[in-house]
């Protein structure tokens, strides 16, 4: 199968699980706490509660995000999926203002806000977008959740020098400090999207052994797997990277991870039940 090919049935099947997850968020809202994710804290439960009801209308999800980020405002991927809320309602002012009257309670949330004003500029990389980008890739607070996103701007953007200079800054980083996870997840995932296999795995196993909890880093190694055709290695990452979401509660990545799980049991074995007892 051409390596194009490939590619773009591994993003359909991203795509087809990005629709299952407004599904399941939906499903989040309608169960009780006992029915659903019995073990999720209740300020996670509210998060995921929050997202099943965005696609309802932004004004009234936009209200009700910022009282969920005064109640918690040391949920990270909050301040991210509020961004995007803020830009679809048009109330880039009324946010700023919202985020800023914010005080997380440590660096890393602090940064997830920071990239959260970045976000809500929207998709144009104009200098400020980018400046703040800059800033956020060059903080130490840097997690790889928001190395992924930089990466995936970069990319987007066809790699630019700013993106380059992001680069050079997270190699001299990480050379210096191989505990930095988010320059070294973003160069590894950097060098997936190129195609530079053996580097992105050399990296991205690094990442790994230091933060078996993140789902993110399973589905690069999958990635790579499904390219090189390593369908053994490929389903066990994708069954660890679930564990992983399971564990941290991000229904998100735990639909990312099953969607590519059951696409890679069709597409290598045809076996439909299993592909869909995995979505399941």
């Known amino acids: 199968m051409a390596n194009w090919l490939r590619h773009h049935i591994w993003q359909l099947g991203l795509g087809v699980l990005v629709l299952a997850g407004v599904v399941v968020g939906l499903l989040v809202v309608r169960h009780t706490p006992s029915e659903a994710n019995p073990g999720m804290p209740e ?29 918690h405002p040391h949920l990270p991927l909050l301040y991210l999926r509020l961004a995007d809320v803020c830009r679809s309602a048009d109330a880039i002012d009324t946010c700023r203002e919202a985020l800023g009257a ?9 940064l997830y806000r920071e990239a959260a004003l970045a976000r809500m500029l929207g998709p144009d990389l104009n ?6 980008w800059q ?67 050399h990296l991205l196993g690094q990442v790994r052994a230091q ?42 990545q735990e639909l990312a991870l099953r969607g590519n799980l059951g696409w890679t049991l069709v597409l290598n074995n045809g076996d439909l039940n299993k592909a869909e007892e995995s979505i399941k």
């Open 43 to 71: 300020d996670q439960r509210a998060f995921w509660r929050w997202v099943g009801t965005i696609n309802q209308g932004a004004d009234a999800a936009l209200e009700s995000g910022l009282s969920l980020l005064e109640a």
């Open 102 to 110: 914010i005080d997380p309670p440590d660096a890393q949330t602090r």
């Open 127 to 132: 200098d400020e977008v980018v400046r703040r």
């Open 135 to 201: 800033q956020v890739a060059q903080d130490p607070a840097l997690d790889i959740g928001l190395a992924r996103l930089i990466v995936e701007l970069g990319f987007q953007a066809e790699q630019p020098a700013w993106f380059a200079e992001i680069e050079q800054g997270w190699q001299e980083r990480f050379e210096q400090d191989t505990t930095a996870l988010g320059a070294g997840f973003g160069l590894g995932y950097s060098a997936v999207r190129r195609n530079q296999w053996s580097i992105g795995e």
């Open 211 to 252: 933060a078996p909890d993140r789902p993110e880093v399973y589905r690069e190694l999958g990635r790579i797997y499904f390219f090189t055709g390593q369908t053994d290695r490929l389903i066990a990452v994708l069954e660890d990277g679930i564990d992983a979401a399971v564990a941290t509660h991000n229904l998100e």
